[in-house]
């Protein structure tokens, strides 16, 4: 009688400890979903982050974006591989300036190449595929891509080619405060550069910022291809000897 009683016990004891543990088990897996979705929500704040930074652009396509990073980041040489050395011919190169302003906050890639999700996409799958076209090798052997218009620049934003540039978050004041909202502002803004030719004056029909404003390259005063007593800043080039540096 006392075995029986022992057994039955047993019994009842046994299924109330699986219970026990079912409802233990059950406790814990808010904690894992929680610990979980932490670490999901810190990676993607983490990779959002490194995403908007020079290092993303080389670290996931080494090729071949390796020559454009480095002239943001030191500036030592341009894109074709020709050695910077003077301060002035590295602030020549818009990317080096945006990361190296002398007034003003730093300028990441992203903020001027404002990704769309398709554009990335698109581009992802080019480089997966080695679907992309290239210039060939500077010469310091690294692989760069062929030259793309300004144009190119915004298709996918469907936004005007000077709005690359001559946009409310980046180049709308002038040094003296005017607001510069088109290019009759511009025109007007630098007048004072150069007397005879004023770079902005489309007195020969207009051109896109890019013709003169180079970002991974020194900038060049495109009015010295016909005018050569035109003025060229200081570490920019003339037409002709931005020709010769661009060989590879």
């Given at each position: 009688?006392?075995?029986?009683?022992?057994?039955d016990?047993?019994?009842?004891?046994?299924?109330?400890?699986?219970a026990?543990?079912?409802?233990?088990g059950?406790?814990?897996?808010?904690?894992?979903?929680?610990?979980?979705?932490?670490?999901?929500?810190?990676?993607?704040?983490?990779?959002?982050?490194?995403?908007?930074?020079?290092?993303?652009?080389?670290?996931?396509?080494?090729?071949?974006?390796?020559?454009?990073?480095?002239?943001?980041?030191?500036?030592?040489?341009?894109?074709?591989?020709?050695?910077?050395?003077?301060?002035?011919?590295?602030?020549?190169?818009?990317?080096?300036?945006?990361?190296?302003?002398?007034?003003?906050?730093?300028?990441?890639?992203?903020?001027?190449?404002?990704?769309?999700?398709?554009?990335?996409?698109?581009?992802?799958?080019?480089?997966?595929?080695?679907?992309?076209?290239?210039?060939?090798?500077?010469?310091?052997?690294?692989t760069?891509?062929?030259?793309?218009?300004?144009?190119?620049?915004?298709?996918?934003?469907?936004?005007?080619?000077?709005?690359?540039?001559?946009?409310?978050?980046?180049?709308?004041?002038?040094?003296?405060?005017?607001?510069?909202?088109?290019?009759?502002?511009?025109?007007?803004?630098?007048?004072?550069?150069?007397?005879?030719?004023?770079?902005?004056?489309?007195?020969?029909?207009?051109?896109?910022?890019s013709?003169?404003?180079?970002?991974h390259?020194?900038?060049?005063?495109?009015?010295?291809?016909?005018?050569?007593?035109?003025?060229?800043?200081?570490?920019?080039?003339?037409?002709s000897?931005?020709?010769?540096?661009?060989?590879?």
């Amino acid at each position: 009688m006392a075995e029986e009683t022992k057994t039955d016990v047993a019994a009842t004891e046994e299924p109330a400890k699986d219970a026990k543990q079912a409802k233990q088990g059950k406790k814990k897996w808010p904690i894992v979903v929680g610990v979980v979705a932490v670490v999901l929500v810190a990676a993607g704040a983490g990779f959002f982050v490194w995403h908007e930074q020079p290092s993303f652009c080389n670290a996931i396509c080494h090729t071949p974006m390796d020559a454009y990073v480095e002239t943001y980041i030191d500036g030592s040489h341009d894109k074709y591989g020709n050695e910077l050395a003077d301060e002035a011919d590295k602030m020549a190169m818009m990317a080096y300036s945006h990361a190296n302003p002398e007034n003003g906050e730093t300028t990441n890639c992203l903020g001027c190449h404002v990704p769309t999700m398709g554009e990335q996409i698109t581009e992802g799958m080019h480089w997966v595929t080695g679907n992309y076209e290239v210039a060939g090798d500077n010469k310091l052997g690294q692989t760069i891509l062929a030259d793309r218009e300004l144009s190119d620049l915004v298709e996918a934003r469907g936004i005007a080619e000077d709005e690359f540039c001559l946009n409310s978050g980046c180049h709308h004041v002038a040094e003296d405060g005017t607001e510069i909202t088109n290019r009759a502002d511009l025109e007007a803004a630098t007048a004072s550069l150069d007397k005879e030719y004023n770079p902005h004056k489309a007195q020969h029909g207009e051109y896109a910022c890019s013709q003169c404003h180079k970002a991974h390259s020194q900038s060049v005063n495109y009015c010295t291809q016909c005018h050569s007593s035109a003025v060229v800043p200081d570490g920019w080039l003339s037409t002709s000897q931005a020709k010769k540096l661009a060989s590879l």
